[in-house]
């Protein structure tokens, strides 16, 4: 008989959207591999130090350095990048050294951080996958290891049916999760359930086109009908604009004059 409740399929990664901004990321090598982890990491706000002989940085790293986007330590990976005075949050490794990398990945653990071995699954705490971006949109497709070719490949696939105009459209979502916020701050639990239930409804109503279409005026309109627990249509927030805006006072107060 079917169980009512999810069924449990072990061997997977805890796919999280870590929260990095702001923290320090040790990043070992200066290669492609670690230019792609640069880019990923400043994407998500991180303080990067990339530690290398300046010999081995490829131009994008240089770039980078040059730039001042990332700090730069101009030799091979020392235990003192570690010490606990630098508050290391995650450490990524991506050098041709297989020995290296492994002793690197025991002090690590021996420290309790985070670490990625660039190739070596057995020795990561996690796995970058194939990411999708849209402006706040991020969609990461893992084979936890298996197949990071196939990822990218899967990635593709889907990034090319999703609507055009997706990543602009949640954007908008976020800007009327704001504005409903300020427009009702209550803070209780029923509060709360409230408005999430009514964003889940507006979600569910409207489409990506119609976010995209959404300017302010439409979305002070549709946050007028919170209090009374309605979730109009685009079209009838775009039809009582259009009245409003061909209503015109001709002083009859009503009466035909």
């Known amino acids: 008989m079917p169980s009512k409740f999810p069924e449990i399929q072990g061997g997977g990664s805890l796919i999280v959207a870590w929260q990095i901004k ?7 090598g200066g290669g492609e591999v670690a230019a792609g982890r640069i880019v990923n990491l400043l ?11 300046l010999k ?5 790293v240089a770039y980078r350095v040059r730039q001042g986007q990332v700090q730069h330590i101009d030799r091979v990976f020392l235990p003192i990048d570690l010490e606990p005075d630098k508050n290391i949050a995650m450490v990524l490794t991506a050098v ?3 020995d290296a990398s492994t002793r690197i ?10 670490a990625n071995i660039a190739d070596v699954p057995p020795e990561c705490d996690f796995y970058f996958g194939s990411v999708h971006r849209d402006g706040p949109l991020q969609i990461m497709v893992s084979t936890n290891g298996n197949g990071p070719r196939l990822a990218a490949s899967i ?8 609507p055009e105009g997706t990543g602009e459209s949640i ?4 800007l009327l999760r704001r504005h409903l916020r300020r427009a009702a701050p209550g803070q209780t639990t029923a509060d709360i359930s ?13 489409s990506t086109a119609d976010f995209n279409s959404m300017d302010d005026q439409d979305m002070e309109r549709l946050v007028d009908f919170y209090e009374l627990g309605i979730v109009p249509s685009f079209e009838e927030i775009r039809l009582e604009s259009q009245a409003t805006e061909n209503w015109h006072f001709d002083g009859s107060f009503g009466w035909f004059i």
Request: with cysteine; charged share 35%; hydrophobic share 35%.
């Open 96 to 98: 041709d050294d297989p």
């Open 155 to 162: 990635r593709r696939k889907i990034g090319e049916m999703l």
């Open 43 to 53: 994407n998500a706000d991180a303080k990067v130090t990339v530690v290398c002989p």
């Open 22 to 28: 702001n923290k320090n990321v040790l990043v070992i």
């Open 194 to 206: 409230k408005r999430m239930r009514w964003m889940s409804e507006v979600c569910d109503k409207w």
């Open 105 to 114: 990945w025991k002090y690590c653990k021996h420290l309790k951080v985070p």
């Open 171 to 174: 954007r908008k979502v976020g």
């Open 56 to 60: 081995g940085l490829n131009e994008e």
